[in-house]
């Protein structure tokens, strides 16, 4: 039995405010199911666990729905490798672990690429099922299908789906997507739903660290060691394929007889898939599908290694969601995650719309004509050699910091650094030489920002990023601990201004570029329940809503900067200078929403963990920090001590809001997705898609006449994101919406 925590309540706790009646009434709670339904694509009829049911809230709580919500009638299918170099010989021993490598459909360097995928279908499992620690999925039907007929397979999956009566499209089951997907996209197939099994086991497992025990997770399968290949050149077109047409860049051709297996018995090619077994798919238009080596069910592959342990990694995942605390969110975050993932990986594929020739004619304005390698460009040389005059130095390179700060220090510029915003203070510190310092200080912001531009987006970086009028980066889902989307290549999250300006949309067609209004304050007023600041946030403009409210109520926020500064104090602390003197405003305003953050804040500097609403967990810390933290015996160690102990809670007070904002971003990407996959413009599917997401900001292109559309699936979606995570909430959750030819006009 595990002992009680009593002592560790406070620290520990899940970070989800009881709501006040005035706000959220009873429905909420069913309100908000219905939503995480439509998103999740649930059954109609939605049975509660009678073996845990007895211990949850009752369902008028604030809390998201308290009874498990199970996905009986879904139809997964479980994606695994099944030939490939290693795979038989090198999985399921002791001597040879399965490898998260090989389980991703990856091969290591040398070897050859997986050959076969193996297809299991089976129905989603009951939560009464998923208690039963035996339990293992009844296999409906396992394909056996060639790499090369694999894109055909799903798609033809996917279309089978749509047509059905009830149009449910299965949930793919794979360890990584950004290993699967571009394989089916090289052929044009994207799928609906996917459950990617080492983002949700990266979720899970931090979860699993809180000490409330709300998740209880063993990884089955550690794919945490499973890595992006580094491919930045892009992607070659896919050329338009006939039947008995030889394929130009080796056998991965749809019409290609399937190569032969020593460890299944072959089939008479003269027999169609359909004579040998009635299930086995029919071909996809266009595209046929060649005699399988083993058409219809398959006996052999479920007992696979691979499939094997794939199997057992998603049944951990399921049943730690199901018997959470929060089985509902839970299951919501593991679906938008990997609709996320979905995102990222077509945004790599197809990549955003780069016009070069405009990247380069600007280059040219802004630094001169291309350097020869090992040389500047013109204008950064010119710069250069101007410094140098200034400084009196002639051998100066101003490319090294250090070299630059003697320079600056020498000639009496009283700087610690070179950064910017220091030159910049430095130069305003005295306002009878404020000229005479900014003449100095000017030259070397300048080569400073023609240098960030030259090296990080420069020529060098469009050859290497840039391929066939698309930049295509590589994105992180998830990358930071919040739930933020990282970069591993490309640099996409940090496009300056003079880039932004060479995304242009191809001819015919028009970019979106759209961006939620003060999402954070919005996300902050919904968790806290504060009504007023939900009040100031009716409407595009927060931070004027705050203003106005202050000025009714006597209170020192009336000027919208003022406003703007209050609410960034409540998110991310900080008792100094102006903020200080605006807190106590702050907080007359906005009790609930002060009190809120300054206990995730609490919680932090005790060394606890919180959550985001949907239950992404905060990392934990480590001994270093408890050692520092307890650490007392000097002046100086106690203020180590202090000073660390708020850092940990000025990211535990950001963590919550700035999570459940990345998590509304999702949500929102993936109905926006969802409606661009499904809804037809004149019968014909539509042709827009996401191209490009940072932060709270999703930029789209498509053809000038799904413009309108886009628009509305872009605000409808925003708002359905919204009522996916809180249900019905007095708080407006605004998008911007700028249609544009470049992406320097959306900002």
């Not at 491919?231 to 290609?256: C, H, N, T």
């Not at 089985?327 to 990997?338: K, Y």
């Amino acid at each position: 039995m595990r002992p009680p925590r009593i002592f560790m309540r406070m620290s520990v706790l899940w970070i989800t405010p009881r709501a006040p009646r005035n706000i959220h009434d009873a429905r909420v709670s069913n309100e908000q199911n219905a939503h995480i339904r439509r998103f999740y694509d649930k059954p109609r009829h939605i049975q509660p666990s009678p073996a845990s049911s007895a211990n949850r809230p009752p369902a008028t709580t604030n809390h998201a729905p308290s009874h498990p919500v199970t996905d009986n009638g879904r139809m997964y299918v479980l994606l695994s490798p099944a030939t490939g170099a290693g795979i038989t010989a090198q999985t399921g021993t002791p001597a040879h672990p399965v490898t998260s490598a090989i389980a991703a459909g990856a091969s290591s360097r040398g070897a050859q690429p997986v050959t076969s995928w193996g297809a299991f279908h089976f129905s989603a499992p009951t939560a009464e099922q998923l208690q039963d620690p035996t339990f293992i999925p009844r296999i409906t039907r396992a394909d056996r299908v060639s790499a090369a007929n694999l894109p055909a397979y799903v798609r033809e999956v996917e279309r089978q789906a749509a047509d059905s009566a009830q149009a449910r499209f299965p949930r793919w089951i794979w360890a990584d997507t950004r290993h699967v997907d571009p394989l089916l996209l090289r052929r044009g197939v994207r799928v609906h739903l996917c459950h990617d099994l080492r983002l949700v086991q990266r979720i899970l497992v931090t979860a699993a660290t809180h000490p409330s025990g709300f998740v209880e997770y063993s990884p089955v399968l550690d794919l945490s060691d499973v890595r992006e290949a580094a491919e930045p050149q892009g992607y070659l077109p896919v050329a338009r394929q006939i039947q008995g047409q030889e394929e130009l860049f080796g056998a991965d051709f749809l019409s290609a007889p399937a190569a032969p297996d020593s460890s299944t018995t072959p089939t008479s090619t003269a027999q169609s898939p359909t004579a040998s077994s009635p299930d086995f798919l029919e071909a996809a238009p266009h595209e046929p599908f060649a005699p399988q080596l083993a058409a219809g069910p398959v006996t052999l592959l479920p007992e696979h290694p691979v499939v094997r342990v794939l199997m057992r990694e998603w049944l951990a995942q399921a049943r730690a969601i199901s018997e959470s605390r929060h089985p509902e969110r839970l299951r919501l975050l593991a679906a938008a995650e990997s609709a996320g993932a979905l995102v990222a990986a077509e945004i790599g594929y197809y990549g955003i719309p780069f016009n070069v020739q405009a990247h380069h004619e600007h280059l040219c304005e802004l630094l001169g004509p291309r350097p020869v390698p090992g040389e500047r460009p013109q204008k950064m040389q010119e710069l250069a050699e101007q410094i140098q005059r200034m400084l009196f130095m002639p051998s100066l390179n101003p490319d090294s910091p250090q070299d630059l700060l003697r320079a600056l220090q020498s000639a009496g510029v009283s700087v610690k650094s070179t950064r910017s915003w220091e030159l910049k203070s430095w130069a305003e510190a005295i306002p009878a030489q404020r000229q005479k310092r900014w003449a100095l200080i000017d030259p070397i912001l300048r080569y400073k920002k023609l240098y960030r531009i030259w090296t990080a987006n420069g020529w060098t970086w469009a050859d290497t990023w840039v391929s066939e009028g698309a930049f295509r980066p590589h994105l992180e889902v998830g990358g930071a601990a919040t739930g933020r989307w990282g970069a591993s290549g490309g640099g996409a999250l940090q496009l300056p201004a003079e880039i932004r300006q060479a995304v242009q949309a191809p001819e015919g067609q028009v970019l979106t570029v759209t961006d939620g209004s003060q999402i954070e304050p919005r996300i902050l007023a919904a968790l806290s329940r504060d009504e007023a600041l939900a009040s100031a946030g009716r409407g595009a403009d927060l931070y004027a809503g705050i203003a106005e409210l202050a000025r009714l109520k006597g209170v020192g926020l009336t000027e919208r900067s003022h406003a703007k500064v209050g609410m960034l104090a409540i998110m991310y602390g900080g008792r100094s200078g102006e903020i200080g003197a605006l807190l106590p405003h702050v907080a007359a305003l906005f009790p609930q929403a002060m009190e809120f953050t300054e206990r995730a804040a609490r919680i932090g500097e005790s060394g606890g963990q919180v959550t985001t609403f949907l239950g992404r967990t905060s990392p934990p810390v480590d001994e270093r920090f408890r050692e520092i933290v307890a650490d007392r015996s000097s002046p100086a160690a106690e203020s180590r001590a202090v000073s660390t102990a708020r850092a940990h809670g000025r990211m535990t007070r950001n963590f919550i809001v700035q999570g459940t904002a990345a998590e509304w971003a999702l949500c929102w990407m993936g109905a926006v997705r969802s409606r661009l996959l499904s809804e037809r413009i004149f019968g014909m599917p539509m042709r827009t898609r996401i191209v490009y997401f940072l932060h709270d900001e999703l930029l789209l292109c498509g053809p000038d006449l799904e413009a309108d559309r886009v628009e509305r699936i872009v605000r409808e979606g925003a708002a359905e994101a919204a009522r996916l995570l809180f249900g019905r909430v007095p708080v407006d959750f605004p998008v911007s919406v700028v249609r544009v030819r470049n992406y320097a006009e959306g900002k």
